[in-house]
C-alpha cells in the first residue's frame, strides 16, 4: 500500500477483554516497530520486528501483551485481559531495513479506550 | 542507554516570527537524531533527520536542525513560521547498534498566533 495501515482507527472495549490491533506496513518494509503514545507524552517503544520475528520486545509492559508478524508483513498486536491503563494510541511503524538511520514510517494509529 | 529532553510542552509564536524548539539528547554512543511531527488526527512525519554527515540537516517545509555535540543539542528552526505549522513536534534518537526503535521526547505543541 501507500502508507502503513492501521485497523481499527478506534476500538472501545471494557475492562477484562481482549482486543487485537492490526499493523499493514509499507510493502517490502522487513522492519516493523509498536509503540504507544499516551495523552501528552511521546511514542513509547514496545516492540521490533524484523521480518518475522521479534527483535527487541523490551518495551512490551507485561506478558498481557503480544505481538505477531507470522508472514513477515502484517503484525497484528494482542491485548489481554485489558485494563483501564492500557488506554492509549497504539502506533505502527515500518522501515525498509530496520537499521537506526532510516527513516520510521508511521501509521495514523489505533486509538484503544478501556472502559 | 539513550534518551530525550525537550525543553518546553507549550510554544507560542506569532506568524512570521522565529520558530525555535528545543532538544537535548543523551547517549553513550554517537546517535542518529530525528525530528517527526505530528498534525491533529495524522500520523507522524519525518521532518529532518541527522546521521553523522552534516552537522546542518536541512528537511521539509523550511526547517532545519543543527546537531552540537558538545552541548547535546539538536534544535529545530524555521526563521518564519506559518500558520500551517501548529502540530506536535517530537525529537527522537536511536544509536546505530543494539535496539533500532526510536526514543521519543514527549513532545513540543507550536501554536502559531495571527
Known amino acids: 500500500g501507500a502508507g502503513v495501515s492501521q485497523t481499527p482507527s478506534n476500538k472501545v472495549t471494557e475492562k477484562g477483554k481482549y482486543v487485537e490491533l492490526r499493523c499493514d506496513p509499507i510493502s517490502g518494509h522487513t522492519a516493523l516497530y509498536w509503540y504507544r503514545q499516551s495523552l501528552g507524552q511521546g511514542p513509547e517503544f514496545l516492540i521490533y520486528?524484523?521480518?518475522?520475528?521479534?527483535?527487541?520486545d523490551s518495551g512490551l509492559p507485561n506478558d498481557r501483551f503480544f505481538a505477531v508478524r507470522p508472514e513477515g508483513s502484517v503484525s497484528t498486536l494482542k491485548i489481554q485481559r485489558t485494563e483501564r491503563g492500557d488506554s492509549a494510541m497504539y502506533l505502527c511503524?515500518?522501515?525498509?531495513?530496520?537499521?537506526?538511520?532510516?527513516?520510521?514510517?508511521f501509521g495514523q494509529g489505533t486509538r484503544l479506550t478501556v472502559v | 542507554a539513550q534518551s530525550v529532553t525537550q525543553l518546553g510542552s507549550h510554544v507560542s509564536v506569532s506568524e512570521g516570527a522565529l520558530v525555535l524548539l528545543r532538544c537535548n539528547y543523551s547517549s553513550s554512543v554517537p546517535p542518529y537524531l530525528f525530528w517527526y511531527v505530528q498534525y491533529p488526527n495524522q500520523g507522524l512525519q519525518l521532518l529532518l533527520k541527522y546521521t553523522s554527515a552534516a552537522t546542518l540537516v536541512k528537511g521539509i517545509n523550511g526547517f532545519e536542525a543543527e546537531f552540537k555535540k558538545s552541548e547535546t543539542s539538536f534544535h529545530l528552526t524555521k526563521p518564519s513560521a506559518h500558520m500551517s505549522d501548529a502540530a506536535e513536534y517530537f525529537c527522537?534518537?536511536?544509536?546505530?547498534?543494539?535496539?533500532?526503535?526510536?526514543?521519543f521526547g514527549s513532545g513540543t505543541r507550536l501554536q502559531v498566533q495571527p
Open positions: 520486528f524484523q521480518g518475522t520475528g521479534a527483535a527487541d
Open positions: 511503524a515500518s522501515s525498509l531495513k530496520g537499521q537506526g538511520n532510516t527513516e520510521a514510517f
Open positions: 527522537a534518537v536511536s544509536v546505530g547498534t543494539g535496539r533500532r526503535a526510536l526514543t
